[in-house]
């Protein structure tokens, strides 16, 4: 097996020099997120080494409650992490956001652990936790895009919608444009994603597992099931949010509820 290189405190902090040079483009740039690098980079720290504690202990333990436990405090967090970003609190976005989310997020999991993988039980936290967790992590920011361009289009193009439906038209008519180019705007990064792989970048977790000693030919099998659940878990979890969230954009009688008139 490769000998993988230690890297020691000291050069842990010397990496702090990227997040330095980030903060003096912030102040320099007047962008006004230094708060947010900062907060970034204290959580990056914290749960990142909170997370590796907590998984030696799953697999000592190896309980199909922890492990689904783990999936979904993963799940809620990045709700919350989404929901809050869309900056919309009178449509109570966090509830269809979670929903959409653990459905698809786990669908994809257990296909991909307990089918494509064949991981034996499918909860194995060694193969569950990883894989599920990078379903989570991109998937989110695909939601997260889908949704702001679901707002963000429905904001601009209120009259238009308010006349389809004085039209007699059904709220998903009136929308169905709005469906189509949000749910493709959630799909598009991980589709480049798939079109630069190899070329344009090489991925993380194919080389993680060579540098630890893995045969390359199945690391790359491993790195292309990834890029292939990616597009499956940004497709299914896009639609269903963007699902969810449409419906709450509308009244009983039709009547386009946000955003709110003079808001």
């Not at 090489?202 to 000693?213: D, F, N, V």
Request: hydrophobic share 55%; charged share 10%.
């Amino acid at each position: 097996m490769a000998s993988v290189p230690v890297i020691a405190p000291w050069q842990l902090g010397v990496a702090l020099v990227f997040i330095a040079g980030a903060g003096a483009a912030s102040v320099w740039l007047k962008l006004g997120l230094g708060k947010q690098l900062l907060v970034g980079v204290v959580r990056t720290f914290l749960q990142l080494f909170l997370l590796g504690y907590a998984l030696v202990y799953i697999f000592r333990v190896n309980s199909p409650w922890l492990v689904v436990g783990g999936f979904l405090v993963m799940v809620v967090f990045a709700a919350r992490i989404v929901s809050g970003r869309l900056n919309a609190p009178q449509l109570r976005v966090f509830n269809p956001i979670f929903l959409s989310m653990l459905l698809s997020y786990g669908v994809i999991s257990y296909l991909v652990v307990g089918v494509v993988v064949g991981a034996q039980p499918w909860w194995n936290p060694k193969f569950f936790l990883p894989l599920a967790g990078m379903v989570v992590g991109n998937s989110m920011n695909a939601i997260a895009l889908a949704l702001e361009r679901l707002l963000g289009e429905v904001e601009n193009r209120r009259a238009e919608i308010e006349c389809w439906l004085m039209l007699g038209a059904e709220p998903t008519e009136a929308t169905a444009s709005i469906f189509a180019a949000s749910v493709r705007a959630g799909m598009i990064p991980s589709i480049n994603a798939m079109m630069g792989v190899g070329v344009v970048f090489i991925p993380g977790m194919m080389s993680g597992q060579i540098l630890a000693g893995v045969d390359p030919t199945l690391a790359i099998r491993y790195q292309i099931v990834v890029m292939l659940m990616l597009v499956g878990s940004t497709t299914l979890g896009s639609t269903m949010g963007v699902w969810l969230i449409r419906r709450r954009l509308f009244g009983p009688g039709w009547q386009l509820l946000w955003p709110r008139e003079g808001a």
